[in-house]
């Protein structure tokens, strides 16, 4: 006779093996098994329904640290700023305010909201704060999505309709039949509901109704609770009263993760310092933990500078040495500051952990291509071509395979892959920029005049398009177009000698009419 | 091959001054290191396209019943 687990425990144990859709099926018989109403199995079927939210939750759980969501609507009408105009050094929106020595963009590309690029991307990496609402518009997040109105309509509420479209028998829980205070009242199961609510359903109103009240069962006095209270606050935009509730938090417990998330807070009101005061609190306490590490070094990279922030990632790697985003930073900023071949061996590191994937091996392509390792170059470009996921990943791959040829001579091959490059991703304004260049080198002025146009406009804050322009029409005797392409230029990058000199000449020249 | 006599011979001025014209030259953009992406971030990207194809599908289903 075949004997069979107890169901329940099967269950458990799917669930602690992470075979979470067979847990949520078992879970679901058992429910269906047990009618609520007699009370021999009324804890069975409380213990199956528990699991089975839990289970939910962990399919879709993302870590509450790193989301970070920002629409249009929160960031063009901000009511939290304090001055129109923040002070130099205090601000994560304010990209010029360089102070340690970062690379010029002469020799770091930027992203779109004018910060040097970073080694990694996280969810709240992508965007930056583009600086007026057209460009809030444009600017793209990764790869394709556009950035959403309000984050009341992001990508979080999407995933949450499309888990409900997806289950043909309707919610697992109908949260508007829900009795919240019944529940708010059982603190076994309470918890787990709210995670339900929170990531699966992603209904933060109904969520916060519940923490409202189990915190006012706990008589104010668990920090658990309250730490929830804050993430749905912050998650509807009330970012005081989210303060508010981590603070108290704290009071009753230190707690590694309530200073992250205050910590977000204070960022997203746009107070760094105060943020950077508050993890330096948190080492206090925890000395030595990579996440607030990690945090501070975060801030130093946003406020552009590079020198304090690679000194804090390697604190981090003192600490965890197989830490990812510590790694590809340090290692992006040495590739930036003119060390491939160190650089180089910080990417090796991470190929050596297992990290797999498209972008590390272009990574590895273009640092073994600077430290004059020829042999290796493209078959590390080869495999990042053969592991691409997305059409923008392959067009960043063949843009710098275009590079590689330029360093070659062979401008033919350069001249393709930058087609390529436009093949695959026609908003590629760095890949216009080159190809205007190679076109200038063939004679075809009207051609390179039109692709540097097509990048300034797709790009206004890069610098290199509006020089090239500018001298462009230098050349063909445009002045007055010269000039104001010039000085898009020195907006975009002040320091710029060429642009200065040129600037120069031309002043000098329109004196001399 | 100290024997083959080049045609040129180089020129290399002992005295006078050397004088150069800075021309200034069109700039490339730089080689673009791609950043690694966070855990999080492929979790939500995987479940972003999940999701996706889970409605395609569905929507495929009911387009084939209704015919």
Known sequence: MEVTMDPLFLAWSYFRRRKLQQCADICTKILQDNPYDQDSSLLISEAAWSLKTRALTEMVYIDEVEVDEEGIAEMMLDESSIAQVARPGTSLRLPGTSQGGGPTPAVRPMTQSGRPITGFVRPSTQSGRPGTMEQAIKTPRTASTARPVTSASGRFIRLGTASMLTNPDGPFINLSRLNLAKYSQKPSLSRTLFEYIFHHENDVKNALDLAAQATEHAQFKDWWWKVQLGKCYYRLGLYREAEKQFRSALNHQEVVDSYLYLAKVYQRLDQPITSLNLFKQGLDHFPGEVTLLTGIARIHEEMNNMSSATEYYKDVLKQDNTHVEAIACIGSNHFYSDQPEIALRFYRRLLQMGVYNCQLYNNLGLCCFYAQQYDMTLSSFERALALVSSDEEQADVWYNIGHVAVGLGELTLAYQCFKLTLGLNNDHAEAYNNLAVLELRKGHIEQSKAFLQTAASLCPHMYEPHFNLSILYEKIGDLQSSYMAAQKSEDAFPEHVDTQQLLKQLREHFAAL | ?67
Request: proline share 7%; aromatic share 2%.
């Open chain 2, 1 to 67: 091959m100290p024997e083959v006599k080049s045609i040129f011979r180089e020129v290399l001025p002992k005295q006078g001054q050397l004088s150069m014209e800075d021309v200034p030259t069109m700039v490339l953009c730089k080689p673009k290191l791609l950043p690694l992406k966070s855990v999080t971030l492929e979790k939500l990207e995987k479940m972003q396209m999940e999701a996706q194809e889970a409605v395609r599908q569905q929507e495929l289903k009911a387009k084939e019943q209704m015919q």
